[in-house]
């Protein structure tokens, strides 16, 4: 297996140093900042999106479902019994 050891990741950074220069790369920085988060505060408002419409949809069905079928089974259940 081989890594990145810490000679070449200085000799990359070097290169991209000598390619880009320093303003440059201060401003991909800045960009690559703004952009991770941007993207955490998106995922944060889909999550509360979410969470809201499920409580949403938990108002709106209140209790559990009923089916009938359970309910004979239940009845016919008790009535053998007996």
Do not use: H, Y
Not at 6 to 12: A, D, G, H, V
Not at 20 to 46: H, N, P, Q, W, Y
């Amino acid at each position: 297996m081989m890594g990145i050891g810490m000679r070449e990741l200085i000799i990359i950074l070097l290169v991209v140093l000598v390619i880009f220069g320093t303003k440059k790369l201060r401003s991909i920085g800045s960009d690559l900042g703004s952009a991770v988060s941007g993207f955490k505060k998106a995922m944060k408002e889909g999550e509360t999106e979410g969470e809201q419409a499920a409580k949403q949809l938990k108002q709106s069905m209140g209790a559990d479902a009923e089916f009938p079928e359970s309910k004979t089974t239940s009845n016919q259940s008790s009535d053998r019994s007996a």
